[in-house]
């Protein structure tokens, strides 16, 4: 059984779909909007175009749809579509509140429509490059790993800039990179989640945050993102008891893991004097009792996640980006924001 | 009157004020010491060494001496030298309570003698150059202010690492930074502490931290210390709403701030495709739409401390670091290791 796709919002992220899922050899069929001049980009790309959902939902042979609005209607549409045979890919986040998505579960469960959310990112390579360097060890025990993702773009653009749509950057991107760092924690319980939101140059929603997550048995976690830092810091910055893992960008160009070299040479015997004065801790190791490893190659591939559904489809396949995942994403950041709120770190087992 | 200073613990900091200090037109006159080797050493430097405190305390002529020693014995020197007459500066931590500098501070008001703690760091090149971008307001209203030291030396050396002696890297760089941040902000309280101790290679002691401290009516402040890290991010990271500052390392080779420059050229109006995927926020911005600063230069003299004390001694000047700036870091200490031992933050008013 192939899939036959259907678009929900041919905003940004809907547009993208209709561009990239034929690649993992998905058929788009049709889209729904209420914006006429997204229909007529739908229509230039060869894609039927619908101002009308119920008329989109009767669309004949469509059996998926990815939902790519404004968050608020996310539950809506999910429930809606699956009561019309389809089963659903619903855009992050999957909706605002654990309460709404149990919901969109439930209904998933009576239909036995498929549900899951586009967390695309798991194939990211500098995710994946992090987590290969962690998982063999390299840096022997891990005790911090932090995520950051720094742009310039300052305030928001449309429906993103408002709250009640759910706007702001923990549901656009801190949504991915607390689903990348779970993803690595299954059975490991996040026991207490600090987080402090920004707003710098937007006024309604967070356009910057700080969160610290601490693990019950596991490096603490800090998760970053600045839409108004005009220097980077790097992407990853991880340390282990046995060295340091830095992955500066996305590309993975520029990073690398060090650890130390144990030689006869002694490690700042004596107090040193640098620029910042006089220090042991501090003074620069000697070139020889370090070394310098390059960052390992990782094959990842973003049409996996289109594939697997298809698989599903089939029943040849688990779902990837499973229900109870992102429910566990959903629950961290109702807290993230609890603890925004009410300025103070909050004790979870999540 | 001239300072004659005496020098009680003549190890690295002991052996620092006795190279440095004449640099200030202090005389240095005389060094006591438990351990035979340093007292050689203070006797090649021309400075009479002593093994015996009271003969030491007893020096002719000797009115100013400067303790550094382990941190657990600096109460009972100073209380013991200021009833010999001397006035006190002791190395930071001044203590490890706040009891005990309160105890210390009574004895100076009884005794009329001088108290007062080595923050040298006051006097930073990269401090005063951070300081003076903020002050100056060169990148707008300020968010977030991150101050970062990071060094590879891993596990400390002899006393300092012992909990009992006063050891770890709160009490060691800890210390001097908190100090600086809370001097630029002598009259706004600190509401919330937030600490993380790690121990990456030290068993006993704290060799990683991060700190957060929110102000009532300010930037939020990140203080980290590591000393187990083989990439370094930069010093200074600073966040305004009309600008980003970076200082990369204590000698202000590397560094500068940037701005958006306003131009007619939109930023990141549509979505790009980066290497991070679809993105608008994170979209690389025109090199037409950005200004990069150079540091400003700034003149700095450590030397302008001991030049004080001079005058506080001559009863020209005032102290510039008092015990009641001291008693603002301790308590901030004190509330640090609570916020990490029972793993949560704690409001506070500071």
Redesign the interface.
Known sequence: MGMKLGIIGYG??G??HGEYAPRAGVEVVAAYDVDPKRLEMAKDNGIEAYDNLDEFLKHDGMNFVVIATPNDVHKELTIKSMHAGMHVMVEKPATMSVTDWDDMVAESEKTGQILTVHQ??RW??DYNVMRKVVEEGKIGEV??IESR??????A??GWRSFPEYGGG?IL??GVHLFDQLLGMYPDIKV??V?A?L?T??DQKVDD?F?V?L?LENGP?L?VEV??????K??RW?V?G?E??L?ID???CEKGG????RYTDTP??E??VM????????????PPET?EDFPLPEVETDWTELYQNLVGVMEGKEDLIVKPHQVRRVLELIEVIFQSAEE???I?VRI
Chains 1, 2 share one sequence.
Request: no cysteine; aromatic share 18%.
């Open positions: 940004g992220m547009y993208w695309n990112r990211d390579k005790l911090s993702v720094f742009g310039t773009g300052g928001f653009f950057m656009d991107w026991t207490n600090y402090k920004m710098v140059l910057y700080k610290t601490t603490l800090h600045g839409t108004y830092a005009f220097y810091l790097p910055y340390i008891n060295g340091t830095q960008d996305f590309d893991y060090m650890k130390p490690v700042a004596v107090v640098t620029s910042a004065g006089p220090t042991r801790m501090m003074a620069p190791r370090k300025d103070r770190s004790e």
